[in-house]
């Protein structure tokens, strides 16, 4: 078994589906008043904590190139204003989506599996940090496809993994 490949397919398959519900997701919903956390918030907050935790430690991460550090952490709880910061586009969100996808691809390939996280608040190996992140990916994917399919009647098709195509 090549554990790295599986990763990067399991990577490939949460992003795939954070994609989807970004194009699926009404303007309406996109940026919604009544929400405390907006679905364009929740889609930043996913893939900058995606290719944060693809890096080799808090110190080394390179900062997507539209990143703004004002919207980094959900329900804003340094008291800032959600309302008051300008959205990112669903455009914009596809095109982080795309460098989480590309960077993946390349910081699994270099990862040392058995290394430890590289984050100190987070005391496991670099194996185990690849599960944390991309359940963490995906459960705010989960919290944005629930949103769709009740609020829009929107459901998002479930992908398992990388095509074989695509390796």
Same mark, same amino acid.
């Given at each position: 078994?090549?554990?790295?490949?599986? $990763? @990067?397919?399991?990577?490939?398959?949460?992003?795939?589906?954070?994609?989807?519900? $970004?194009?699926?997701?009404?303007?309406?919903?996109?940026?919604?008043?009544?929400?405390?956390?907006?679905?364009?918030?929740?889609?930043?907050?996913?893939?900058?904590?995606?290719?944060?935790?693809?890096?080799?430690?808090?110190?080394?991460?390179?900062?997507?190139?539209?990143?703004?550090?004002?919207?980094?952490?959900?329900?804003?709880?340094?008291?800032?204003?959600?309302?008051? $910061?300008?959205?990112?586009?669903?455009?914009?969100?596809?095109?982080?989506?795309?460098?989480?996808?590309?960077?993946?691809?390349?910081?699994?390939?270099?990862?040392?599996?058995?290394?430890?996280?590289?984050?100190?608040?987070?005391?496991?190996? @670099?194996?185990?940090?690849?599960?944390?992140?991309?359940?963490?990916?995906?459960?705010?994917?989960?919290?944005?496809?629930?949103?769709?399919?009740?609020?829009?009647? $929107?459901?998002?098709?479930?992908?398992?993994?990388?095509?074989?195509?695509?390796?």
């Amino acid at each position: 078994m090549d554990t790295k490949a599986t $990763i @990067k397919s399991q990577y490939y398959a949460a992003l795939a589906m954070l994609e989807q519900a $970004i194009e699926k997701c009404p303007a309406e919903l996109w940026n919604h008043p009544e929400h405390k956390n907006r679905s364009w918030h929740i889609v930043f907050h996913a893939l900058f904590y995606t290719c944060f935790y693809l890096s080799e430690s808090a110190d080394s991460y390179v900062p997507w190139e539209g990143e703004r550090d004002e919207v980094r952490s959900l329900g804003m709880e340094e008291g800032g204003n959600i309302a008051a $910061i300008e959205p990112y586009t669903k455009a914009e969100m596809l095109a982080f989506a795309q460098h989480a996808q590309a960077w993946s691809e390349k910081a699994v390939a270099a990862l040392d599996l058995e290394s430890e996280s590289g984050f100190y608040w987070l005391p496991f190996n @670099k194996l185990e940090l690849q599960f944390y992140n991309i359940r963490h990916l995906q459960l705010h994917t989960g919290e944005l496809c629930e949103r769709l399919g009740t609020q829009a009647g $929107i459901d998002i098709g479930w992908v398992g993994m990388k095509p074989k195509a695509e390796e």
